[in-house]
């Protein structure tokens, strides 16, 4: 029997996300033919997603509906996927690894007593890829059993192109499920402070790796080399206070792209990289000739920051007769 | 009044620099002076135990650690910072555990100590899964809250108020019921360092170790069928040359691509 792969559509103000179509090229790539898609919600919003998800994919698409599931909550994502998915038969059920999906997907799989595979960021030969250690080593990973959740970073696969063909056929259906133990409450945003990535035609971005607050200096003359400069940080630089979350670049960060990325002292955590990798230019500055940063870097710099910026101040000082 | 909580803490190598895979296998061979500390997501989730305990008098904070005998260190640094009690769930291996064997072992001691809170970090940072909490909270019945950034504990000590950060730098705010379980994301506060008395206090505390044979049997869960290190791409070009030389070769392929 072949394995059906479920695709789990999240969305949010009305919209599908991205990662709901990245999924479905993670799901070429590891060879799945019997897609279904999943997308749960309210009347009548969803049905309209719904439609434009079979519109897109081609594909068969269960709409779930119930008036507990109207905010996303963990609770009604869990109940309603474990009424609808039949795990007697091998399938995999995809979620895209962001805030929302990693929330439910190790929930639904400790319900439905299946294993969850996280992060997966690649696929060879139908086996999974998912990093560890920031990036230095990767796990090749099979699901021991015939049925798996699978959480998919985001920003690993490209989206799917709209599907030429005609619409999959939407099926609805009502979720009989108990109302939430947790009360939803509005959104916030934040009040964040702009620091200039708008504008920016170079971002030089300071990770731990660079080794001190003072180091920062350094950083900023670097920056100050370049007329339309921004400075950024990995998530761990503003954990440690270096720099305010404004700076921070990543997943839960900004996603930018600029004419040229400077990280200094990041290793290349997958969650920074998805925020910058579509840079133009990347150079990357680290000790370690292993830093999982080389591999999205157009140029690999193996230097200590302290030692390797003075320098490229005092060439670029003397060259243009102008000191940094 | 006052609460019990529990704090999940796992012990991770401080560098991914002193860890190398053992040739043909699937083993990670932590090198000699490879240092351990604990996970700095788990020290935010601690910190944030401390200040729950620092507003609620007659709290008590319990650190446990599942792992091999280095987790004690990483388990007296939690009582040092100002964890009341500290539990070792012992297994021998110094390997990967799935998450579901990390969260069963930790679900099984967790059943009989009726605890209102239990707070972990987001993920770990060797593992990189943010699963075990989640999974936790599933065998425990609990409701979770992943990724918390803010947390205000009702002054009946009944519900919980977080903020959860989602992308796109927008927080998901919600009220759980107590008990219920918590993953912290990183940022939330700045983890104390341990103060002189707690420090003394906890040399002569007693850490309690329970020997978890269960493992045994969900170790075979092998979902991992080998470890490698990344592939380079061939894209990226290494500079090479003394730092100078490099450093005029940074600048010259910036004028090139006009952007200095």
């Known amino acids: ?324 | 009044m006052g609460m019990n909580i529990l704090v999940c803490v796992k012990q991770v190598p401080d560098s991914a620099d002193t860890i190398e895979l053992c040739e043909g296998s699937s083993r990670i061979i932590y090198k000699e002076g490879t240092v351990f500390r604990m996970n700095r997501y788990d020290e935010f989730a601690l910190e944030e135990a401390l200040l729950i305990k620092e507003c609620f008098p007659g709290t008590i904070v319990d650190a446990v650690s599942v792992g091999p005998d280095r987790v004690s260190l990483s388990i007296r640094k939690a009582l040092e910072t100002g964890a009341d009690q500290g539990i070792h769930l012992r297994v021998e291996s110094d390997q990967y555990l799935t998450p579901f064997a990390r969260a069963s072992l930790i679900a099984g001691f967790a059943r009989a100590g009726s605890y209102d809170l239990i707070m972990a970090g987001i993920m770990a940072e060797d593992d990189m899964e943010c699963q075990v909490g989640q999974i936790l909270a599933e065998m425990l019945c609990l409701p979770c809250a992943t990724s918390v950034i803010f947390q205000e504990m009702s002054k009946d000590e009944k519900t919980v108020y977080v903020e959860r950060e989602i992308e796109g730098g927008v927080h998901e705010c919600i009220t759980l019921p107590m008990p219920a379980l918590l993953t912290i994301q990183s940022g939330i506060n700045t983890p104390r360092y341990p103060s002189l008395s707690n420090v003394l206090r906890a040399r002569s505390q007693k850490i309690e170790m329970i020997e978890s044979q269960m493992a045994a049997a969900l170790i075979m869960d092998r979902t991992v069928i080998g470890l490698g290190y990344p592939r380079q791409p061939s894209a990226g070009e290494y500079l090479e040359g003394t730092p100078a030389a490099k450093a005029s070769a940074l600048l010259k392929i910036l004028h090139e691509a006009a952007i200095l």
């Open chain 1, 1 to 324: 029997m072949r394995r059906r792969f479920y695709i789990i559509a999240l969305h949010a103000h009305g919209k599908i996300l991205p990662e709901t179509y990245e999924l479905i090229s993670f799901v070429r790539d590891i060879g799945g033919e019997e897609k279904t898609g999943i997308i749960l919600g309210s009347k009548p919003g969803i049905v309209m997603m719904a439609r434009e998800l079979a519109q897109k994919t081609g594909m068969d698409i269960i709409c779930a509906t119930s008036k507990y599931l109207e905010n996303y909550n963990a609770q009604g994502y869990k109940d309603a996927l474990k009424g609808l998915i039949d795990c007697t038969d091998p399938c995999y059920i995809c979620i895209p690894h962001t805030a929302t999906g990693f929330d439910f997907g190790p929930l639904l799989g400790a319900a439905l007593n299946i294993p969850c595979i996280s992060a997966i960021e690649d696929v060879h030969d139908g086996v999974l890829i998912r990093s560890m250690f920031g990036g230095r080593i990767h796990a090749r990973i099979k699901p021991p059993g015939p049925c798996a959740i699978l959480t998919v970073q985001p920003g690993a696969w490209e989206g799917s192109a709209a599907c030429s063909g005609p619409a999959g056929p939407v099926r609805i259906v009502h979720s009989d499920i108990s109302p939430g133990k947790t009360i939803i409450h509005k959104l916030k945003v934040p009040a964040s402070k702009d620091v200039g990535f708008a504008d920016a035609e170079v971002i030089i971005s300071a990770g731990r790796g660079i080794g001190s607050e003072q180091n920062l200096a350094l950083i900023k003359r670097l920056a100050a080399m370049f007329q339309r400069s921004a400075i950024g940080a990995t998530r761990a630089a503003c954990d440690l206070g270096w720099l305010g979350y404004d700076h921070q670049i990543g997943v839960t960060g900004r996603t930018v792209s600029p004419r040229l990325y400077m990280a200094c002292g990041i290793s290349g955590a997958v969650q920074h990289i998805s925020g910058m990798r579509n840079s133009r230019l990347i150079v990357a500055i680290n000790t370690d000739p292993h830093a999982a940063i080389f591999r999205v870097a157009s140029y690999c710099i193996v230097e200590d920051i302290k030692t390797f910026i003075p320098l490229v101040l005092e060439e670029y000082s003397r060259m243009s007769g102008i000191s940094f």
